[in-house]
């Protein structure tokens, strides 16, 4: 993977059993992502993109 | 008719080296932000080699109408465990030792790069990163967990404010509470002074 000069990459494997318990019961208490939310979120970016272009399309054929 | 193995309205996503032009394309790719330098290292010098030996999953994102080259993620197969544990186990009058492995399988985000040439061209063009996130990275994870338990996808994210921010309120990765990340990054000491930050979604 990219190398991040000088930022270490925690090891999340063969974790002491106290921090490792407390890490593993935090990761499945947590909800799942919200994929609705992050799926409009997405769509209306899109549209912005294709809206966008659409009036770039539109300038570069009313120029030439 | 449908390009690469996925595709949405904007972009369409391939495998690394599945274009004859990637190659090229790759050597143009620019990160402007702080972290930009492994980012663009990593897939200029490292990802076809990866690629090849297996070690990593490149996804290159190009724009449906123009080819161009729009970002690229990677991805690979992680867990997190415990140590191994011994659990006495009562059976009727007896009891016997377990030895125990406690793990959550994920994939890790392993480099996710949006291609500073390609925004440069399309300044009031903002969020790029969602739509690759929710149409192509998800959805090839999602697939894998259909196969292979896969509970969790995550990052480790460069300790900026910002970034940080961004991955938990845009993306919907979580962190770990201020203790555990403290005993996390004390592992690392003295090799690191500075410690990436774990993230993840629960999938």
């Given at each position: 993977m990219a190398e991040f000069e000088g930022f270490g990459k925690p090891v999340m494997t063969n974790l002491p059993r106290e921090l490792g318990n407390s890490i593993i019961r935090r990761i499945l208490s947590t909800p799942r992502l919200d994929y609705a939310k992050l799926k409009e979120e997405a769509e209306k970016i899109e549209k912005q993109m294709l809206e966008l272009r659409r009036q770039e399309d539109a300038q570069r054929n009313s120029a030439g | 008719m449908r390009k690469g193995i996925l595709q949405g309205d904007f972009f369409y996503c391939d495998h690394l080296g599945a274009s004859c032009h990637d190659e090229h394309d790759v050597l143009n790719f620019s990160v402007d932000r702080p972290e930009g330098f492994g980012l663009v290292s990593y897939v200029q010098r490292y990802a076809f080699s990866d690629e090849a030996f297996g070690v990593m999953r490149t996804y290159v994102v190009r724009d449906l109408q123009t080819s161009e080259l729009v970002g690229y993620f990677s991805l690979k197969a992680g867990l997190v465990s415990l140590n191994e544990r011994e659990v006495e186990v009562q059976e009727g009058e007896s009891?016997?030792?377990?030895?125990?492995?406690?793990?959550?399988?994920?994939?890790?985000l392993a480099n996710f790069a949006i291609n500073s040439s390609y925004i440069k061209n399309r300044p009031s063009v903002k969020g790029i990163g969602v739509v690759i996130f929710q149409q192509f990275v998800?959805?090839?994870?999602?697939?894998?967990?259909?196969?292979?338990?896969?509970?969790?996808?995550?990052?480790?994210?460069?300790?900026?404010?910002?970034?940080?921010?961004?991955?938990?309120?845009?993306?919907?990765?979580?962190r770990l509470g201020e203790y555990d990340e403290h005993e996390l990054h004390k592992r690392l000491k003295p090799a690191y002074d500075q410690s990436c930050a774990f993230m993840y979604v629960v999938l």
């Open positions: - | 009891k016997r030792t377990e030895i125990l492995f406690d793990t959550v399988p994920g994939v890790e998800l959805p090839i994870v999602r697939q894998v967990a259909e196969n292979v338990a896969v509970k969790i996808l995550y990052i480790f994210a460069l300790p900026y404010d910002g970034l940080i921010k961004r991955y938990k309120d845009v993306y919907g990765f979580e």
